[in-house]
């Protein structure tokens, strides 16, 4: 561990055992210089044993923030249940002008993940007019996402507050992670990191304008000093760290109901629940309880000790729209709406059944996500190996095994998956039995859409949405054997359907699903040929990913001072073509069960 990594995270602990009384902590940090740090246990920890108490005051999120902050009180998020802002404001933002704005206009507002991205941002001001109570915790988080964040592959640096001497380095390595992006990400992962970038831009604007317009950003000409690195640098911690908690503020929640949590937010992802170590339990701060108790009787059926759910990024919009996914993110939403005294609730990590040993690593499950998922939110997938410890060395030290699996391909880089050997059988096994296992034929959808009458789409995709089947054009390996969602299947089945057909109210109804033989047939033949597209694409991008090893990223041949490409594109490079090989073996697999006749009406 680098020294200076050490006296940040002491800084950090210090910080919370002398400002945030209730603070404890079991655990210990592991970084191991090139790969992710993670926490591991401090000693032998038996089940019900404190891994971390976190008091809520520590916590960053609107509710905390609002007493001493900056950032005009106006634009903070309402309560549901008062419909004011979050708390009163304090002398200091009473006396902030509100800008006019026309009559018509609702009073700007900002979300959670806007206003933290804000606090954050803040705290890079060059003239350090901004400094948080959350310093301690603000220098723990990673200093950059450049450049091993799909998002900052596909949004430019901005050439202009470059220093001369780097704009070239800089500029170089971003053509080469962007040609990445194009190359190596399969259709649907792309959609993803764009659903991201989307997100990004949004905010990004609201909060451009917020610092044009708002005081006292407006005077202090902010939007000029702050740049949009920063602001992504802050957007990223924010939506790769935020844990879902309940607020109490309104919808849409995943945007609101969120904090940023010291210490629980070096724990990395694991969705293998051998390895998902503690439970997690939110309780009322000491203080809150006793008020709590004195206003109320009903306080312990209102939450205590429930479940909380985990770092959990806003929505996509696709899973928005996709109900039927591995439940992406949901759990956050459920529980957001069941809520203790907002601002009071700590998090309480105990350990579960089996204890840890001292230095074994905990882990905690994100979300139901998908591969694809997990590399366009949060820059890595897992690999199925025995702990997914392994999966982040392969991300980032890219010395271990992806090498040697990037080198069994052959020349071509493909792997043969008609013919496998004993390895490749277990490789199979590993992925089928991931638990969220996955491949988004969305792409592949689309593009049958684009064949579709406009009206035609239109009318269909009404049916689609009232069944709650738009948008889930995925297969799956769990339950195991690898299938269909419902939610593809009726798509291809409204797909082959004649245009105004007379079934569609019925369906619309969810009276109908199986639609006939000769449209089961059809379909059934759409999927055959999607499948062997999957596979054939994803060969192609393995082959594109392995002519990337070894070739310079500053283009030096030419002179011929050939580069090798670093330890951190090589590892990147392993990741994505672990992701091929997972959609080969998965939709490898559904093609046997269409080619032996299996039936899904
Ligand atoms: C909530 S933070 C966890 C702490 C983080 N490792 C750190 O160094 O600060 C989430 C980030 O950790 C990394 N991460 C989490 N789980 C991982 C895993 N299983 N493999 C590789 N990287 C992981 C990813 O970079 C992700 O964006």
Known sequence: MYDSEVEIWNTLLKWLEEKHPGFESNLSLRDIPG?????????????????????????????????????????FPQTKSTNTNVSSPSPKESSTPVPKRARTDKPRKLDTTQLLTLH???????????????????????????????????????????????????????????????????????????????RFDQDYEVLSDVLKEEEPFKSQNLVESIEKEVILWAWLNVNTRSISIPLGLPAPSERNNHTLVPIMDFI??????????????????????????????????????????????????????????????????????QHLLPNKIDFKLVCQEGGLRKDEEVFFEYGGHSSSTLFAEYGFCEIP?????????????GTGSEEEKLASNDTNGNQNVNQRGNSDEKEENGWLSMKYGEVDLTPYINELWEEQDEDDQEEKKAVL?????????????????????????????????????????????????????????????????????????????????????????????????????????????????????????????????????????
């Open 465 to 601: 949405q009232d069944i709650g089947c738009w948008g889930g054009n995925t297969i799956h390996c769990q339950p195991s054997p690898v299938h269909p969602s419902h939610s593809l299947l009726m798509t291809l089945r409204l797909i082959h359907l004649p245009s105004n057909s007379p079934k569609l109210t019925n369906i619309s109804r969810g009276l109908v699903t199986y639609l006939s033989p000769a449209n089961e047939t059809s379909v059934m033949m759409t999927l055959e040929n999607m499948l062997k597209r999957v596979i054939k694409d994803s060969h192609k991008r393995q082959k594109d990913l392995n002519k990337l090893i070894g070739h310079s990223i500053h283009a030096k041949e030419e002179n011929g001072e050939k580069e090798e490409v670093n330890a951190e594109q090589r590892g990147i490079i392993g990741m994505l073509s672990s992701m091929c090989e997972e959609e080969q073996v998965i939709a490898r697999s559904l093609l046997d069960r269409l080619e032996k006749g299996v039936d899904f009406s």
């Open 120 to 198: 954050l941002a803040l705290t890079k001001d060059p003239q350090e007019r901004y400094k948080s109570d959350w310093a301690p915790y603000i220098d723990s988080l990673p200093k950059s996402f450049r450049p091993w964040h799909p998002l900052t592959w596909v949004v430019p640096l901005d050439e202009e507050q470059r220093s001369s001497g780097q704009k070239e380095k800089q500029r170089e390595e971003w053509i080469w992670y962007n040609h990445l992006y194009q190359i190596g990400l399969s259709g649907s992962t792309r959609l993803k990191v764009q659903d991201v970038k989307k």
């Open 385 to 397: 190996t025995k702990s997914s410890f392994d999966s982040s060395l392969k991300l980032t030290n």
């Open 35 to 75: 790969v992710e740090r993670g926490l591991t246990a401090g000693r032998d920890l038996k089940k019900d044993d404190t891994l971390l108490h976190i008091p809520s005051t520590c916590m960053l999120n609107p509710l905390t923030l609002l007493p001493n902050s900056p950032i005009p009180s106006h634009l």
């Open 268 to 337: 990395n992802h694991s969705s293998n629940e051998k390895l998902i170590t503690p439970r997690v339990k939110q309780l009322p701060t000491p203080s809150a309880r006793m008020r709590k108790q004195s206003a109320s009787s009903t306080a312990k059926s209102n939450g205590l000790d429930k479940d909380i759910a985990l770092p959990s990024p806003p929505l996509t919009s696709s899973a928005k729209s996709n109900g039927s996914t591995n439940g992406t993110n949901s759990m956050g939403l459920r529980k957001a709406d």
